[in-house]
């Protein structure tokens, strides 16, 4: 009997062996696919998920930044297009939505059409770190202070006297013309910064820069780690089959 068991035992502990380290060289490959597989045709993964400005602010955004028929408005990330749909509706200004993530994109189009603004609005799925802005006359945000802070260059480039708006974020690094801080008792109190190129930096971009690479560099090292640790015990593994 005993004799018997040994070689099951010995087959039992091999297969857990085997299934444990199939799961260790697979699991941070498995973890990067998944997130891979959240992106459609080739996007990258958004900066900041997708979470509307509630109209009735995306109403006063407009209003504080004063848009005109004139103007060109670019909101960067668009999310469902609210923005630009209502920059155009409300103002007959061109407007251009630009957002990373496919369904977000879709969504704009759809909403646009329905709106029937084809002739004011375009949308187009793209990066805003990779969008030119020296033709826009207004920016709309919202996004994150570091994302915000990270758009400094591109911001710069736009024409003087053009204006910038976020709704409840600010810039780390650049003096607002203005800050409306609103209470109601809808959203609690939240506060719209504005701003007007050229923009008044308060410190050297590249302390903020310094600032703005630890924060969005840490899930690229989380993911370096978890490969590491594999590697490692992959190699202690084998060390002890020796
Ligand atoms: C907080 S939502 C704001 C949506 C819209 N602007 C609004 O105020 O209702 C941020 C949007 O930015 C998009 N986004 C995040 N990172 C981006 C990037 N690098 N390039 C383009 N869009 C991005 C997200 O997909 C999301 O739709």
């Not at 020296?134 to 710069?156: H, M």
């Not at 090292?221 to 590697?231: K, P, Q, S, W, Y």
């Amino acid at each position: 009997m005993i004799v018997s068991e040994t070689p099951k035992r010995s087959n039992i502990r091999w297969l857990q062996a085997f299934v444990l380290l199939y799961a260790m060289a697979v699991l941070p490959f498995g973890v990067a696919s998944a997130q891979e597989q959240t992106k459609e045709s080739g996007a990258r993964e958004p900066d900041v998920e997708y979470v509307p400005t509630p109209q009735h602010v995306v109403n006063l955004m407009l209003e504080l930044v004063n848009v005109k028929k004139t103007d060109l408005l670019y909101d960067l990330g668009c999310g469902d297009g609210r923005i630009v749909i209502t920059a155009a509706k409300k103002y007959g200004c061109k407007a251009l939505g630009v957002d990373i993530d496919p369904a977000r994109v879709r969504e704009s189009l759809a909403n646009v059409k329905a709106a029937n603004l084809e002739n004011l609005v375009t949308i187009e799925q793209k990066d805003i770190f990779e969008l030119d802005l020296s033709e826009a006359d207004v920016v709309t945000l919202y996004l994150l202070p570091e994302l915000n802070v990270r758009l400094i260059p591109q911001l710069e480039m736009m024409k003087p006297g053009s204006r910038v708006v976020s709704y409840d974020f600010d810039m780390l690094g650049v003096e607002p013309d203005a800050v409306v801080t609103i209470s109601d008792r809808l959203d609690g109190e939240y506060k719209i910064y504005l701003w007007r190129v050229p923009l008044n930096k308060v410190a050297p971009l590249s302390t903020v820069s310094t600032y703005v690479s630890h924060s969005v560099r840490f899930g690229e090292a989380g993911r370096f780690l978890a490969i590491a640790a594999a590697a490692a015990v992959l190699a202690g593994f084998f060390w002890c089959l020796r």
